[in-house]
């Protein structure tokens, strides 16, 4: 009986291991046959020209503006609110703020795309002007859907931080704000940038909310205003009719962003191994 | 004599629980007190009163005055001001996860030093008034843990002291040192009395006989007695005092 | 706001102003989730018409029945492949393995890239390999398996958890009882667990109900009820297409009440069931 245990332990390596194999079997020398440079730093993306060219640069582009920007949105709402919920929430609030984090994550990304789509688009449109699908309603989107995974694991980083660090801050004359700021804050540092990885890694990877809400226009953006497509938009769009070197181009990019989420695995990996030693 | 602190009929609650009863206390400008007694008495209730950190203690309740210089300090003093003046050493060291410059600076910073060349300066007479300004002059931007327990404590009474305060009060500073990081904390405190009023609460009873000019014993949440120390320890006129140091219980 | 308060506050206008922000923020959260929960309450409440739940969908009537039947189909399946693997892995970890060695390291690694994958990869992957290499086409059971790859890690890990907060007298009585370690697992071990366990599937079911760019190319958009081998729409997917139509955003709403009343309320449960854990391990 052990060794069906740990068969079934071994799923999970077998499983990261054919994956990997796969997407880089299949997705390689799809990229190789369009060449590297051209592939990664093409600006035009036209895959059913009669002369089709294959250039993701617009998309990398996309994905790191509405990722930017999420960032920007989630991560300093996400922290505070974190440090709202670790040191100024009266206990009887906590009991209503924690639960609606936790929905929060469990909303599937099609309802926050369709929330983006009646709500948010609309707003941008009157505000900015443009179309409304654009790299703001993106990033705003995206900011939210952060929300649950910057604060939960800040929060419990901050948690984790022990007392007497807070109450030596008090005793030098320091306020309430100031020394979990100024010092439980900075104390937490690995644990807020680990969630701040993780929450790269979902906006990046993030699909159904963003192809609904961005425009996904294949083109470099020169304003907020205007529309952008993502990596993940580009394969969700495509894929279901792309045939030969076109499916080959879509595989691509999704090594593309696998390569991308891998690295910040790694990077995550080497954050939380850090502040364990 | 002058008086820095003066305690009238203090009584502490933490909920339901009473830990000091009727405490009538005045503490002497530029001295060392010591408090003594066996644990839970209140000794340390009544030394984080002293600077407001009781305020944290959900349920904690106190009645009575605590006047420092004759200003009520859970009234008329603003409790950051209060703690400006009024330093703490604890019982463990709790310097922050970063340089020892950073430790010593993040006080003046507080209170409102931004200068580079200001703060540079608090932070050498500090560590030398400390007595570790030789031993860290070479790693000020390391880290402050990496520093032995010892050292670390005597950092802590450096970063009390960068905020310059008035009294200094010590929650068992040595209870966790070695006997040799011990003394130096001891003649650290000898030599700080001369600028300093500082309040120490130790359970070590020779250490209070070395370097305390008035000494109070607590039991049970209340002063037994309170004196200069050498006639507590040679002549206590009260039976608990006396049987406490003669060490039959605690 | 005491007096004392606001002299300090009065000494402090900076720290003042950061509370607000704090305030400020932590309000920001919850309003943005009740805004979320509110529009779409009441974009989509008026269309839940009867018609929605007919049982033959048809281009007219756009009924979400049978996406909903094929969404339960999905659970079904996804998690009768991963829950055993999941929770057999757990056990592994927590009762057999020696704790720090290299494959446990391995296994730690894995399962955390497993959970760092964004769906969309596990849709390519899916349709790569269950759809196109092993001839499954698109159908529920290709989407079941690349469900079940991606739920997995959620399961092991709360399985994991659960199982590492049974206190270790337990497993000692029962050994003392001269009961084998299987026994022991199984009677002693898994029975205190399992409500830890439940909340970790029931997180799995919530992913798995909310998923649709890892279905949209293993287990197709067809619209109706779908046998283990033929193409079917979950609610979600469902929802994605008639929204991204644009002809029938408010069915769309309606599907995107429904799947959202459901989530809740699985997120709910798992939340309870987490309780649950925590109050009998408090007891022991």
Known sequence: MQAVFLVCACISILCVAVICIYMFAKGCPAIAKIGVAEFLGGKDWFPTNSQPSFGIFPMIVGSMYVTAGAIMIGVPVGLLTAVFLAKFCPKRLYKFVLPAVNLLAGIPSIVYGFFGMIVVVPFVRSVFGGTGNSIITASFILGIMILPTVIGMSESALNAVPSQYYEGALALGATHERSVMRVVLPAAKSGVCAAIVLAIGRAVGETMAVVMIAGNQARLPHQLTQGVRTLTANIIMEMGYATGLHYDALLGTGVVLFVFILMLNLLLSAVTSKKER | MSYKFEIKDANLHYGSFQALYDINLDVPQKQVMAFIGPSGCGKSTLLKCLNRMNDLVEGCNVEGDFLLDGEDIYRDIEVTSLRKRVGMVFQKSNLFPMSIYDNIAFGPRTHGIKKKAELDEIVETCLKQAAIWDECKDRLKKSALGMSGGQQQRLCIARALAVKPEVILMDEPTSALDPISTLKVEELCTELKRKYTIVIVTHNMQQAMRIADRTAFFLHGRIEEEGPTERIFNNPHNEKTREYIGGQFG | ?284
């Open chain 3, 1 to 284: 706001m005491n007096e004392q308060m606001k002299m300090t506050y009065k000494a402090h206008p900076l720290s003042f102003v950061m509370k607000l922000l704090v305030w400020i923020c932590a309000a920001a959260t919850v309003g943005v989730f009740l805004m979320l929960v509110g529009y779409v309450l009441v974009r989509g409440v008026p269309y839940l018409s009867t018609s929605l739940f007919s049982l033959h969908g048809t281009t007219d009537n756009v009924s979400i029945l049978p996406s909903i039947i094929n969404t339960l189909k999905m659970v079904g399946i996804a998690l009768l492949i991963a829950a055993p693997l999941g929770i057999c892995c757990a056990i592994y970890l927590v009762e057999y393995a020696k704790k720090g060695s290299k494959f446990v390291k391995a296994i730690r690694l894995t399962t955390q890239t497993l959970s760092g994958i964004p769906s969309i990869i596990y849709g390519i992957f899916g349709s790569m390999f269950f759809v196109t290499a092993l001839k499954w086409r698109l159908s529920l059971l290709s989407g079941a398996c690349t469900l079940a790859i991606m739920v997995l890690p959620v399961i092991i890990t709360s399985a994991e958890e659960a199982l590492k907060s049974v206190d270790d007298s337990y497993r000692e009585g029962s050994f003392g009882l001269g009961a084998g370690k299987l026994r022991t697992v199984f009677r002693v071990v898994l029975p205190s667990a399992v409500s830890g366990i439940l909340s970790g599937v029931i997180l799995a079911i919530g992913r798995i109900v909310g998923e649709t760019a890892a279905l949209v190319f293993t287990a197709g958009a067809l619209t109706k009820i779908a046998g283990l081998k033929d193409s079917g729409a979950t609610l979600a997917v469902h929802m994605y297409n008639l929204s991204n139509e644009g002809l029938h955003m408010n069915e769309a709403a309606a599907a995107a009440v429904v799947l959202l009343i459901t989530v809740m309320l699985l997120n709910a449960f798992a939340s309870f069931a987490a309780k649950r854990i925590k109050k009998t391990s408090g007891e022991i």
